[in-house]
Every structure is written in structure tokens, then in C-alpha cells.
């Protein structure tokens, strides 16, 4: 059974651990919720602790599950969105592909014919139409790799490229709104890829551990750990935690557009979303105890918003149902971009983001 590393001592210190330097090789990107400033933090205080396998269920950008590999432990990883559960495949479970030189060779063969899906489903929307044509020509070839590990690098680079093409790295209008003259505007989709791919490919390491990303909802996978890292999407009756609508575009591509309920009316020409239980304060109450009561056996971390519902006192409650001990870090954040474009930059963005922490 793992167990608090501290003596004669119940309470969580706060202190930030810096990272090893793997931990800089991340492709970091402006995912809605990543943990990227804070995982110093979370180390600070998974560390703590003596353990030897993690599960991520809510993973995101990856990287959280990214700095427990940097960290020699066994690390599973979860999330519901396709394109996120690809991110952590490729740079977590994934401990030795690369792309080479002659997969590039037939990832960017021009000579492939393509049915411009893209091209046509989104003429306008969110890229040129040489970019768009990009997207489809990489679509028809990926599936002329046959390794599925070196499939999944070509879609983390492909999503990496779309992401930092698009201002603000959303999907949720058209047009080019929010062009702040960066480079990364600057550049064609193809010039982005190929700069992904080097990044992918340099984030790509061995941790001597057996690693898994599953794709699946967190509410229903059977998996234990010894500790369970837990950042759902946040409810609050101000503002959506639609990552569908927000990433539909990049999940899309990652599903190839296959089962998923196309709303052809809108004018992103979005997809159904999938659904969460975090949609609702009482769906949200629900969750977190179905939670806390299946994996009462592992060390419990969750990530939460002051401004965001169930209350800190309700989610020390809740876990105190099921853990003799419950702490509670508080950690001053501000997000990189609100929910809506006129609260950029605005004190609304400064929150506090706690750390539960049950043992």
C-alpha cells in the first residue's frame, strides 16, 4: 500500500519540485484547462508520496502524464477526447518511435489522390484552401504507415500544426478574428507540421516503463493505481466546458469524422458532443463520488477551480467520505485565455486552483 513519505506528519506541504530537463521537451499548446504552469506544483505534491504507478484519467494536453513518465513512474493514462488520448499515446505510452525520413517521404507524397474531404467540408472556415488541401493530402497518406505508433506521431503533429495555426487555438468561429500577428500565423500548415514533427519527435522517450493511453470515459473504466490524478472539466453556470465545440475540428481528425453526429446547420460545422456528467452541478456532485468511491484504495489527487462548482468545502465532503485524510492546496492561477474573447486579460481570469488531496 503506498503511503505519505513525511514522518509523524499528516500535512501536504505546498511547495513547487522543479522538473527534470525532459520535462522542457513537451510540445506545449494553448489546450482550454492544461496544467502546463502548474505541474510543478502537483509534483510538489505527488511526491510526497511513495508510489510507483499513476492514473491519469482526465488527460488532456498530456502533460501531466508526460512529467510522471519524466518521473520513472508507470503511467496510465485516460480521456474521452480522441485527439488527447492520441497526444499521450504518442509521447507516454510510446517510449521509442520516431518519425524518419522515409515515413515523411510518404506522409507528404503529393501524388496520392485525396477525397478533399476537408477541403470541401471546411472551404473558409479556419484555413486556406493550400492548407486545407495539406490536411486531406496527410489524411490519404497516414494510412499508408503501417506501424499504428508512427500513425499516432503523424496525428500528434498534425494536431499540433492546426492548433498553433489557429488564433487562440480554437475552432469555435470562422474566420481569422484574433490575428495578433504571431509567426505561428505566419506559417503554412505544412511549414507547421514539419516543425511538430521535430518536436514530437524530440519529446519521445524511455522510461523503462510499460505505459498506456486509453482512449474511454473515465466514469466506466475498471483501472486501478496507486495514484489517481483527476482534472475533469470544470462546471459553472457562467460558462460552457464544451471541449467538443471548442476542439471539434482536431477531433475530428483524429476520428476521421466516423461516428460522430455532424451538425451541418452551424456554421463551424461542428459535431454532436459527447456526454459528461459534468454538464450539471448535480451530474458534477454524482461523478466526483462514483469517483472517490471506486478508487478509495489509491492515493486521490483532483484538480479544481475556485470558480467552478461542486465548492471546495463539498469536494473535501465528498472525499472525506471515502479518505481518512483530505488536504487542500491552493495555488494563485491565471488562465491564458477566458471563455469568451472580452474576458482575455480581465482579474475574472485570476483564480485559485486547489489541489484535493486524499490519502
Known amino acids: 500500500m503506498s503511503k505519505l513519505n513525511l514522518e509523524n506528519e499528516s500535512k501536504i506541504i505546498a511547495e513547487p519540485i522543479e522538473l527534470p530537463e525532459q520535462m522542457n521537451k513537451f510540445p506545449s499548446t494553448r489546450f482550454m484547462g492544461s496544467k502546463e504552469k502548474l505541474i510543478e506544483y502537483i509534483w510538489g505534491v505527488a511526491s510526497q508520496f511513495q ?105 500528434a503533429a498534425l494536431v499540433r500544426a492546426c492548433l498553433k495555426k489557429r488564433p487562440r487555438g480554437i475552432f469555435t468561429y470562422t474566420g481569422l478574428r484574433y490575428d495578433d500577428g504571431r509567426r505561428d500565423l505566419r506559417l503554412s500548415l505544412r511549414e507547421q507540421f514539419m516543425e511538430a514533427v521535430e518536436s514530437v519527435n524530440g519529446a519521445v522517450f524511455d522510461n523503462g516503463k510499460e505505459n498506456i493511453s486509453n482512449h474511454g470515459d473515465a466514469m466506466t473504466l475498471k483501472k486501478h493505481a496507486d495514484l489517481i490524478y483527476i482534472d475533469p472539466p470544470y462546471y459553472s453556470p457562467l460558462s460552457d466546458n464544451e471541449y467538443v465545440r471548442r476542439y471539434h475540428f482536431v477531433e475530428g481528425l483524429l476520428r476521421d469524422w466516423q461516428g460522430v453526429e455532424m451538425q451541418w446547420h452551424t456554421k463551424t460545422k461542428k459535431f454532436k458532443s459527447y456526454p459528461t456528467p459534468f454538464k450539471t452541478l448535480d451530474g458534477a456532485f454524482k461523478a466526483f463520488d462514483k469517483l472517490f468511491e471506486f478508487h478509495k484504495n489509491s492515493i486521490l489527487i483532483v484538480s479544481y477551480s475556485s470558480n467552478s462548482l461542486p465548492t471546495k468545502e463539498d469536494i473535501v465532503l465528498l472525499m472525506e467520505k471515502y479518505k481518512k485524510n483530505v488536504d487542500v492546496v491552493s495555488i494563485s492561477h491565471k488562465y491564458s485565455f477566458g471563455n469568451q474573447g472580452h474576458k482575455v486579460g480581465n482579474n475574472k481570469n485570476n483564480v485559485e486552483e486547489y489541489l484535493f488531496v486524499g490519502y
Do not use: P, W
Open 51 to 155: 508510489f510507483d504507478s499513476v492514473l491519469d484519467l482526465f488527460s488532456g494536453s498530456g502533460v501531466v502524464s508526460y512529467m510522471f513518465k519524466t518521473q520513472n513512474k508507470q503511467v496510465f493514462s485516460n480521456d474521452y477526447m480522441a485527439f488527447s488520448a492520441n497526444i499521450a499515446k504518442a509521447l507516454v505510452e510510446n517510449n521509442h518511435v520516431t518519425l524518419t525520413n522515409e515515413d515523411l517521404e510518404i506522409i507528404l507524397n503529393e501524388d496520392t489522390s485525396t477525397d478533399n474531404f476537408v477541403s470541401e467540408t471546411f472551404k473558409d472556415l479556419y484555413f486556406s484552401d493550400e492548407d486545407n488541401a495539406f490536411i486531406d493530402l496527410v489524411r490519404a497518406n497516414i494510412k499508408k504507415l503501417e506501424n499504428n505508433m508512427k500513425k499516432s506521431l503523424v496525428y
